[in-house]
């Protein structure tokens, strides 16, 4: 199965502390509660200083992608994500504040289930790439668009802001795929995610 997630497909929604809004690209189960997912991949917009939420449990890959930088510190983390497409992975058990370095910033986020799924990001820009077998994959494209070239499909082009889920099937195998940027600034993550 495959999909492009435009704008439309997504979820957005405030936080309950007031300090920003998250937009959701998908979960595994789709659509599943946060108590009740394998994997959720989002974007959130912060706009103001605050504690992270707490999700026993669930391990996190964080990318900055737009905006001056933010600080994370608590249990063990002090941290400046300042550079735009840089994983920093940390457990959603931690009390984590963040702290913005100047202004609003927005951040793509994954978050996996222990125990039920594991992940690696690839940040795809300047050249193609080829992206190794997954049972899920997506591919967001986080500026400019991309084209994803799969095995027995024609091409398609994933715009700003969209991304393309593959879950792997009977009748569509997980197979290697490949992602080429559409322009020089074009920018896509690519999520490969493992369900054990």
């Known amino acids: 199965m495959h999909r492009v997630l435009t704008t439309a497909d997504h979820h957005r929604m405030p936080w309950r502390n007031g300090g920003g809004t998250t937009t959701e690209i998908a979960t595994y189960p789709p659509r599943a509660a946060l108590d009740a997912f394998d994997w ?3 974007v959130a917009d912060v706009s ?31 941290v400046e994500l300042r550079a735009a497409y840089e994983p920093y992975a940390f457990r959603g058990d931690d009390a984590i504040d ?12 994954v978050m996996l289930r222990r125990g039920r799924a594991r992940a690696t990001v ?8 080829r992206i190794p077998p ?3 994959r997506l591919c967001y494209a986080a500026a400019g668009r991309h084209e994803c070239v799969r095995p027995g499909h ?6 700003a802001g969209e991304a393309l889920l593959i879950v792997a099937d009977a009748a569509d195998p997980a ?10 600034d074009a ?10």
């Open 98 to 109: 963040g702290r913005l370095v100047d202004g609003p910033v927005r951040n793509f986020n």
């Open 48 to 78: 103001a200083d605050g504690p992270f939420s707490r999700l026993p449990g669930i391990d996190r890959v964080l990318l900055l992608i737009a905006g001056a930088g933010i600080r994370l510190t608590g249990d063990g983390h002090d």
């Open 40 to 42: 959720r991949v989002s």
């Open 175 to 184: 197979l290697p795929f490949a992602v080429n940027p559409l322009g020089a």
């Open 134 to 136: 997954a049972p899920h």
């Open 187 to 196: 920018v896509a993550l690519v999520v490969a995610i493992e369900c054990p």
């Open 154 to 159: 024609p091409p398609q082009t994933v715009a």
């Open 122 to 129: 690839a940040v795809v820009r300047a050249a193609g790439e």
